[in-house]
């Protein structure tokens, strides 16, 4: 699986941004899959993740109530609703899946995904 993002631009504070990560590839169905973030100068942070069995997600306290996560298999594609964005949101957004967790996890520690896409910038003005 090749990951794709995309969806990032300029956005003012409260606003709204819809990533996308496609995927090519067969078996986007079996993966876990997962946002991060990562500004320069800090560590690529977790943002949100969901499995492939239960749809169960799981999301960053930091995001919680703002971002949504979606899949559509369909499509192989990975989706992240970001509203009420604020500039502590800004960073580059990168989608990932993993291989190895359990169908019904969504973990949250990076070292679980193997597949990673190019990224995508997320800029919120004040």
């Known amino acids: 699986v090749q990951l794709q993002a995309s969806g990032g631009g300029l956005v003012q504070a409260g606003g709204s941004l819809r990533l996308s990560c496609a995927a090519s590839?067969?078996?986007?169905?079996?993966?876990?899959m997962g946002w991060f973030r990562q500004v320069p100068g800090k560590e690529r942070e977790f943002v949100a993740s969901?499995?492939?069995?239960?749809?169960?997600?799981n999301y960053a306290d930091s995001v919680k109530g703002r971002f949504t996560i979606s899949r559509e298999d369909a499509k192989n594609t990975l989706y992240l609703q970001m509203n009420s964005l604020t500039p502590a949101d800004t960073a580059v957004y990168y989608c990932?899946?993993?291989?190895?967790?359990?169908?019904?996890?969504?973990?949250?520690?990076?070292?679980?995904?193997?597949?990673w896409g190019q990224g995508t910038q997320v800029t919120v003005s004040s």
């Open positions: 590839g067969r078996t986007f169905n079996t993966y876990v």
């Open positions: 990932a899946a993993s291989s190895t967790a359990a169908s019904y996890e969504a973990p949250s520690e990076m070292g679980w995904y193997n597949l």
């Open positions: 969901i499995t492939y069995d239960n749809g169960r997600v």
